[in-house]
């Protein structure tokens, strides 16, 4: 069957979205805006001198492209033109007015990109690790088709009570198989039972320094041309920070890294949200 037409069209008009301010680290919507600046022009041209990217052993140039910094009135218009399904805003907003750590879930950009790999992909089989509030995880749910499957992974049983009701209320709680402990748990629980190469796309957003671990097993889990998405890979832009030297940070920096040089995988850094890694398995 076709798959659930997820943001095919609005549900209720564009609105302004409530709290959004990308200079503070209380943002309901996280903005790729590095937080210890105050001021950041909407574009930054570049002369005739080609941008230019240096290490010890290599000149990168870059050309002359102007590059558009996601200023607070820019992400207020790509949010103003999401078609985000009345079920998720509700979802949302419920987390805003309730949950401690809303900022945590992703924001509807993310979740409109997420959904539509999903669709582009034709998945049936999907994996999220870390849930949350549940947005994510029912932004592909909804993208999948009635007979899809999502394995969702998430610690904190108020999460899991939480995201339950929405998936009840979108009337998707047939695709999900929700996953109440930790993650590594639940992941080896698939592989111990033979599920390798079946799963079509992974959604990782949890426990930072676990990311190399999730990642390697989700490299068994996922097909041959299956894709594993990892958010917060730009960590409020703190990873180009050479001041930031957080355990967080670090790890991320490293992660970055190492999926940069596996030949596993074809990459695409995404500068979404706090920065999505999309990986194609080889």
């Not at 996280?30 to 005739?48: D, E, G, M, N, Q």
């Not at 910094?69 to 805003?89: A, K, W």
């Not at 669709?119 to 549940?134: L, R």
């Not at 068994?220 to 894709?227: D, E, F, H, Q």
């Amino acid at each position: 069957m076709a798959a659930t037409p997820l943001f095919s069209s609005f549900v209720s008009p564009p609105r302004a979205v409530r709290g959004l301010d990308c200079f503070s680290q209380q943002c309901s919507l996280r903005s790729l805006v590095p937080l210890p600046f105050t001021t950041i022009p909407t574009t930054l041209k570049y002369s005739a001198v080609p941008v230019r990217a240096t290490s010890a052993d290599t000149v990168v140039e870059y050309g002359k492209k102007e590059l558009i910094s996601l200023t607070r009135p820019l992400h207020d218009y790509i949010l103003q033109n999401i078609r985000e399904p009345e079920v998720l805003r509700e979802l949302r907003e419920e987390t805003m007015a309730t949950m401690k750590g809303e900022e945590t879930s992703v924001s509807p950009d993310q979740a409109q990109l997420l959904s539509m790999l999903v669709q582009i992909h034709g998945a049936k089989n999907c994996i999220e690790v870390g849930v949350f509030n549940g947005y994510s995880s029912l932004a592909i749910a909804l993208a999948l088709p009635e007979e899809g499957r999502l394995v969702a992974c998430e610690r904190d049983a108020q999460c899991v009570e939480f995201a339950k009701r929405y998936y009840k209320r979108a009337a998707v709680a047939h695709k999900v198989d929700l996953r109440h402990g930790l993650a590594v748990d639940a992941l080896n629980s698939l592989l111990e039972n033979g599920e390798f190469d079946r799963y079509d796309f992974a959604f990782v957003d949890a426990d930072k320094v676990m990311y190399p671990t999730y990642y390697e097993m989700l490299l068994k889990l996922v097909r041959t041309g299956g894709l594993i998405v990892l958010d917060d890979v730009l960590w409020s832009g703190k990873v180009a920070d050479p001041s930031a030297n957080d355990e967080i940070t670090n790890s991320i920096r490293e992660l970055n890294k190492n999926i940069f040089q596996d030949k596993r995988v074809n990459i695409s850094m995404v500068p979404i949200g706090t920065g999505m890694t999309i990986c194609r398995k080889l």
